[in-house]
């Protein structure tokens, strides 16, 4: 007999975050590297990937286990509108 599936918090709680740990227990920093070209990718970007990458549980997650940097990439043209997005402000 099958059981319903887990809703999203027995889910979470049956969930263990991964360890960062290094055997020597150093903890080497994390690039996460993301690029658009072209304004509807940018937007995706900037309302769909960055907010994703904020997520609880993600980027701050990570940020919180190891030296963590975010580059993202786009055409020289868009540089304004992706660094005075409040996503982009966010991290």
């Known amino acids: 007999m ?3 599936p887990p809703n999203m ?3 979470k709680q049956a969930t263990t975050q991964p ?3 290094s055997p020597s227990s ?3 920093p994390a690039r996460v590297i993301t690029y658009a070209w ?3 990718y940018v937007e995706d970007l ?3 990937t960055i907010p994703a990458l904020l997520a609880p549980g993600n980027l701050p997650y990570l940020a919180s286990q190891v030296p963590c940097e975010v580059v993202m990439l786009t055409e020289e043209r868009l540089f304004a ?3 005075d997005h409040s996503n982009h402000l966010s991290l």
């Open 2 to 4: 099958l059981r319903n």
């Open 9 to 11: 918090d027995e889910h």
């Open 81 to 83: 509108r992706v660094s």
């Open 26 to 28: 150093i903890k080497l």
């Open 38 to 40: 072209g304004d509807a």
């Open 19 to 21: 360890s960062f740990e």
């Open 46 to 48: 900037l309302s769909l």
